[in-house]
């Protein structure tokens, strides 16, 4: 099989990915931040060391402003709700996810506060004018994903952090793609808000996902419950991990992710992203020339390639695709703005996505894949 | 503070009480993470401390400069 859905989850995981979890499991089964004992204690050590290694990685100081949540759209939910002021609006940009679309505009119709969409188009150079022409007195946050999950598209994420810092925005970043493939700096960027999957390009288990916070402090919380601090009373603390942070972590889930991340140490993030490029761009190049496809832009430095049969629709064109075992997305990925943006809302559009244990043999037997399949659609026609 | 130059921190939680304890130990303190029952813990309710050998007040300025609250102070048992 040749897994290229990395955009959706990566899989494989790095073996000592299940390692930690089993040893998570075994040996660390203990509710941190609840007991005494030792094991709870080891247990609580395990977690704060991972919150370390991802503040770290992603030039955040205080590694107690690491929250764990159970995914990405979990983050972004905080992010939203917690730290844009009841009232205000925020701009986001034209090629969002449903995981920041969705809350928001939930948020607009509960009279939460309103928002708008910065017009980019197709070209992102001067994205930061798009979002300056959307602001307004009462704009609080800038939210914009680093990486479209569409088209693979990558936004000047550097710029945007200047704007909001000019005009004293929060400034939130969707890493879901990026997270793992790009190196991120929140305090060189001047990103408040960094949510991503703990599960994707992280390495990380399923039901793991961070939100790090930088100069920034909720104003509310979006989940009420235990946290085994400040116990007698009957709000929640108001210090960061723990108002975020209702409940029992998914401490082994954590533990995996924390494996991840010292695995992508080991390999380098830099390195990681050249290599996913490199595939992606391979694929692009086997079927430039392919008759009846159409490949979408951008080509550039990306691990995603958007594509569609001309005579095929996407989901039967996957699932033919699946028959040879291999394993792409097919139709909106829950982003319909950014397909609007190619011209394939109505369409949709295939996603090949890669990864960290992809390689060029697999992207050869992909190629051929799908070379095949046209050439048969063609016959038929 | 007793006699064997013990004393006790009490913090937030056990986030605070894990990175106060590594925080310590890089300043060259000994410190160990405890759990508190209601009636040490000052307003925390449950919550944690550090029992912390060596001076507690120069242990106390060390975590405030490491951006981790004091809470308080309690005779270890």
Redesign the interface.
């Known amino acids: 099989m040749i897994y290229l859905d990395n955009a959706a989850t990566s899989w494989p995981k790095p073996y000592t990915v299940a390692v930690a979890l089993r040893r998570a499991l075994s040996a660390l089964g203990a509710n ?2 609840r ?2 004992y030792k094991m709870s ?1 080891a247990t ?2 395990a977690v ?1 060391a991972v ?1 370390g290694a991802a503040a770290q990685m992603f030039g955040l100081e ?3 402003r690491v929250i764990f949540c159970p995914n990405c759209t979990a983050a972004l939910n905080l992010a939203i709700y917690c730290f844009a002021p009841e009232g205000s609006h925020i701009i986001v940009s034209d090629r969002e996810h449903n995981s920041v679309i969705r809350p928001l505009q939930a948020r607009a119709k509960a009279g939460g506060g309103d928002f708008s969409t910065a017009q980019l188009g197709t070209e992102v150079k001067n994205a930061a004018a798009a979002f300056e022409r959307a602001l307004r007195p009462d704009t609080s946050m800038i939210i914009c994903t680093h990486r479209s999950n569409v088209d693979g598209q990558t936004l000047p994420i550097a710029q945007l952090g200047r704007l909001a810092a000019a005009k004293k925005l929060l400034f939130c970043v969707d890493a879901a793609q990026t997270a793992g493939s790009e190196e991120i700096d929140m305090a060189a960027w001047n990103i408040n808000l960094l949510a991503m999957p703990g599960h994707k390009g992280l390495c990380g288990p399923t039901g793991t996902g961070l939100l790090l916070a930088r100069g920034c402090e909720p104003h509310r919380t979006l989940l009420q419950g235990g ?7 009957a709000d929640m ?1 108001a ?1 960061m ?2 108002a975020l942070e209702p409940g029992t972590l998914n401490t082994a889930g954590i533990i995996g992710l924390g494996a991840g991340l010292e695995y992508l140490r080991g390999l380098g993030v830099k390195q990681i992203g050249a290599h996913e490029h490199k595939l992606q761009s391979a694929l692009r190049r086997q079927l430039e020339n392919v008759g009846g496809l159409t490949l979408y832009p951008p080509d550039g430095e990306s691990n995603i390639l958007l594509f569609n049969f001309d005579a095929i629709p996407c989901e039967k064109a996957a699932a033919a695709l699946a028959e040879r075992e291999i394993c792409l997305r097919a139709g909106l990925h829950c982003a319909p703005s950014a397909h609007l943006l190619r011209g394939t809302l109505k369409s949709g559009a295939l996603r090949a996505s890669f990864g960290i244990f992809n390689n060029l043999d697999q992207v050869r037997r992909c190629a051929a894949a799908i070379k095949q399949l046209a050439s048969e659609a063609a016959k038929t026609r | 503070m007793n006699e064997k130059q013990e004393c006790g921190i009490i913090v ?8 106060g304890r590594q925080a310590l130990e890089r300043r060259g303190l000994r410190a160990f ?3 508190l029952d ?1 009636a040490r813990s000052g ?6 401390g550090l029992r912390v050998r060596g001076d507690c007040r120069t242990a106390a300025k060390l975590l405030e400069e490491e ?1 981790i ?1 004091v809470k308080g102070f309690y005779e270890p048992l």
């Open positions: 941190p931040g007991g005494g204690l609580a050590e704060c919150r205080e590694p107690q946290t085994g601090s400040m116990s007698a009373g603390p210090f991990p723990d | 937030s939680s056990v986030t605070y009480a894990v990175y993470t405890e759990r209601p307003d925390c309710g449950c919550g944690y951006k609250t």
